[in-house]
């Protein structure tokens, strides 16, 4: 077969394969005549653009310009991306929401909402109101596109010349950007925010409408943010009726409201109204003459009965008011909230006074303070040391780590494992990736075997650590989410509390097991009502029962070991001796947060201590200023001795005479009354006088129609040793559990 193939001429029949190599080769050399053709006509063409001498130099220059500047936009884009995340449009609108606010006996503390809206034109502002802030705040800001280089270097040298600031380089855009968008602590990145942000702002609107945005939003002292709740609030009239004299005193307050505020300080104030006159004429937008009697006659202010305004509480429950009346179509309201005006004026003393004292010294500059009793009903909120320098709200919006403050939780999904206070465990823990959990003490643990309770006192690490990774960090993701407590990611030190979380969650969280397990909520908000006086929100009606969250055993072994903690442990210096006091201790890395959590049978408290920059504080831990805190509080905020008894925890000997004493009173005197009934029975924004008459008419109606009256409910108790009937039955001697 092979012999005929070749004998055919088989392979010359089928491929040609002469041919076939010319013609390859014919490619290749027409391919690569074409190739050099083409390489030598792209350099004839190019050597025309060769530059030589001083045309190369410049050349070059302008090279290396393009090279740097497209790297200096990838860096500014870099720089700018955190900024552009912070822009939010929903925050250009101030809410339709007018609320009036009353505490828990229903005298009126404040108001929110509509006083600080774009209600009044910019046309109908005072054109020496406007000229005034233009003075002092900014005098370029019709020239600069939102950050004026050349007066925030004139304002360096300024205050290098008087070594001190006297001076402050921010635009009016970037006060704005920082009042809409950005919290108010100092730093870098907060600054960067603020000036690319500033750029934003004057990207989009005109200057009109930002200084008609900077005006309605600045916040003027005595909780009124814009120019015409200050014109209302300093002179009882409308901005649009306000005298030179008087716009000088607002302007003034842009800088400091509380430093300059004339109800706080009319000295002050006298002083930088004459300094804003002054600023017009330096400006030339007065003469010396046009500003003479503004200073012949300056400013005089209406007198207000409640000064004390509780401001970090009506803050939150503003937006609380907001979430709850959402939908409803009612934006004229009145709320009646749960903040007893005493106790918040004892958080604010007791806080501002450990961080203007021992604070300055320790390096703690910011605080915060949240009090509610075990149900969630929140009783004072302290969100800084000065609400008119900064209304940023630390104590609500704030996420700070809160350190060892977080173990509790870890420990709770360890009771709810089977494990007990008395169960042992050992002080040591596994690797977790490269990282080995540490104890305060810098060791990686003894090994030794020691009770539950006395790891959670002794605040260790490795055991924590070890019990989240052997429990699993799922189920405590779970644990902390079922509390209600958010912030939280999963990563191997998560069981030291190296999330974020905010006071209020966080207190809430700890509630939780002081309410002998059922979930809390905090909540400031008991009934609003609208224009016309009807109920469109009853937490008692709209809200249901608190769900139970964690076995009773668990809160009550729980409750134990927090009380080991501070009678036993790292919690000392919150001890009380007039109640049981529980709690942990929380110090964050660096001991840049120091945290105490606690509670009595009624009141749990948390406290914070730290900086607004994030800076170390001077070796603060949770055990010291924070539990002295924490301690000067509750030792105030309770005024009597009838104090529940802590679930898993036996009576205090102060509570047992208490209550034998309420007991005793009850037998003997049949119209005593108890005050916890007094409070419930008050607790309404309808008199008692009124709700008696509209149950008449509706016992009337019901009989009218042939249907027996509605038997009016008991008024409930707390369960527990709080119950007056329960108290009545004990004996003399008896112990209540």
């Not at 009934?527 to 009853?538: F, T």
């Not at 009934?677 to 006088?689: G, Q, V, W």
């Given at each position: ?6 004998k ?10 002469l ?7 014919s ?23 060769k ?56 005298n ?11 209600a009044v ?22 020239e600069?596109?939102?950050?004026d ?9 300024e205050n ?6 006297v ?20 730093s870098?990145q ?9 750029f934003?702002l ?31 609030f ?16 607002m ?41 003479h ?24 429950a ?23 005006l ?16 021992e ?28 609400y008119?320098?900064?209304q940023f ?6 996420r700070r ?5 977080f ?12 494990m007990?206070p008395?169960?042992m465990?050992r ?23 020691v ?11 490795t055991t924590?650590?070890e ?10 993701m ?16 998560m069981?030291?509390?190296d999330?974020?979380?905010?006071v ?48 009773k ?66 070796r ?20 009597d ?62 009989k009218?129609?042939?249907?027996e009256?509605?038997?009016?409910p ?5 369960d527990?040793?709080?119950n007056?009937?329960k ?7 008896q112990v209540?559990?």
């Amino acid at each position: 077969m092979s012999d005929w193939f070749f004998k055919q001429g088989g392979r010359d029949r089928i491929i040609d394969w002469l041919s076939l190599d010319s013609k390859i080769d014919s490619l290749i050399s027409e391919t690569s005549g074409r190739v050099r053709d083409t390489w030598n006509s792209a350099s004839s063409f190019f050597a025309r653009f060769k530059l030589t001498g001083w045309k190369r130099v410049a050349n070059e220059l302008a090279c290396e310009c393009l090279t740097l500047g497209a790297g200096g936009l990838v860096l500014l884009y870099a720089l700018a991306l955190p900024a552009f995340k912070e822009f939010d449009e929903s925050k250009y609108q101030t809410g339709q929401f007018a609320v009036t606010f009353l505490d828990q006996n229903g005298n009126e503390i404040g108001k929110r909402g509509i006083l600080h809206n774009d209600a009044v034109p910019l046309e109908e502002i005072p054109d020496y109101l406007i000229k005034a802030a233009l003075a002092t705040e900014d005098r370029r800001f019709f020239e600069h596109f939102g950050v004026d280089f050349f007066g925030t270097a004139r304002a360096v040298m300024e205050n290098v010349r008087a070594s001190g600031v006297v001076q402050g380089g921010s635009t009016l855009t970037q006060q704005l950007a920082k009042n809409l968008f950005l919290s108010p602590e100092r730093s870098i990145q907060r600054k960067l925010k603020e000036v690319f942000l500033a750029f934003l702002l004057e990207s989009r609107h005109s200057k009109r409408e930002i200084l008609k945005m900077y005006l309605d939003r600045a916040y003027m002292g005595g909780g009124a943010f814009g120019v015409e709740a200050a014109a209302q609030f300093y002179f009882g009239k409308p901005v649009k009726d306000i005298s030179m004299a008087e716009a000088a005193l607002m302007a003034g307050l842009f800088k400091a409201p509380t430093k300059y505020a004339p109800h706080v300080d009319l000295a002050a104030s006298r002083a930088r109204t004459n300094e804003v006159l002054s600023n017009l004429v330096e400006a030339g937008f007065y003469t010396a003459g046009q500003v003479h009697n503004a200073r012949l006659f300056p400013a005089k202010i209406v007198e207000h009965s409640n000064p004390d305004s509780p401001d970090w509480f009506l803050d939150w429950a503003f937006e609380e008011v907001q979430r709850l009346a959402r939908g409803k179509g009612e934006y004229v309201l009145t709320a009646r909230t749960t903040v007893d005006l005493k106790l918040q004026k004892a958080a604010e003393e007791a806080l501002i006074s450990t961080i203007k004292g021992e604070g300055r010294y320790a390096r703690a500059r910011a605080g915060a303070l949240v009090s509610m009793e075990t149900d969630g009903t929140v009783r004072a909120i302290v969100g800084g040391t000065d609400y008119g320098v900064s209304q940023f709200n630390r104590a609500t919006s704030a996420r700070r780590q809160p350190g060892s403050s977080f173990k509790p939780y870890v420990y709770a999904i360890a009771l709810e494992s089977g494990m007990r206070p008395n169960t042992m465990v050992r002080d040591r823990s596994r690797n977790c990736g490269r990282w080995s959990p540490k104890n305060y003490n810098g060791s990686y643990g003894s090994g030794a075997r020691v009770p539950l309770q006395y790891a959670l006192a002794k605040s260790y690490n490795t055991t924590a650590v070890e019990l989240s990774l052997s429990i699993g960090r799922d189920k405590l993701m779970e644990m902390v989410n079922r509390l209600g407590v958010s912030g939280v990611q999963k990563t191997c030190s998560m069981a030291l509390g190296d999330g974020g979380v905010t006071v209020l969650e966080h207190t809430g969280g700890y509630a939780t097991f002081a309410n002998d397990g059922k979930l809390v909520k905090p909540y400031g908000v008991l009934e609003i009502v609208n224009s016309r006086g009807e109920l469109i929100y009853s937490r008692e009606r709209d809200e249901k029962p608190a769900p139970q969250v964690l076995e009773k055993r668990v809160a009550e072994d729980m409750n134990q070991m927090l009380f080991e903690v501070v009678h036993a442990g790292t919690g000392g210096r919150a001890k009380l001796d007039f109640t049981h006091a529980v709690g942990k201790t929380g110090t964050s890395s660096s001991y840049r947060d120091a945290w105490f959590m606690g509670f009595t049978g009624k009141y749990v408290t948390g406290v914070w201590l730290g900086n607004d920059d994030f800076r170390p504080t001077n070796r603060i831990t949770g055990g010291s200023l924070p539990a002295q805190t924490w301690k000067a509080f509750m030792s105030v905020a309770h005024t009597d001795m009838n104090i529940p008894t802590i679930p898993g925890l036996d009576p205090h000997p102060v509570q047992i005479g208490e209550m034998q004493r309420l007991a005793y009173l009850r037998q003997t005197d049949p119209a005593y009354k108890d005050p916890a009934n007094r409070e419930t029975a008050s607790a309404s924004l309808l008199p008692d006088k009124t709700r008696k008459a509209l149950q008449t008419v509706v016992d009337a109606m019901r009989k009218a129609n042939g249907v027996e009256p509605a038997e009016v409910p008991a008024v409930p108790q707390p369960d527990g040793v709080t119950n007056p009937d329960k108290r009545a039955e004990l004996k003399d001697g008896q112990v209540p559990r």
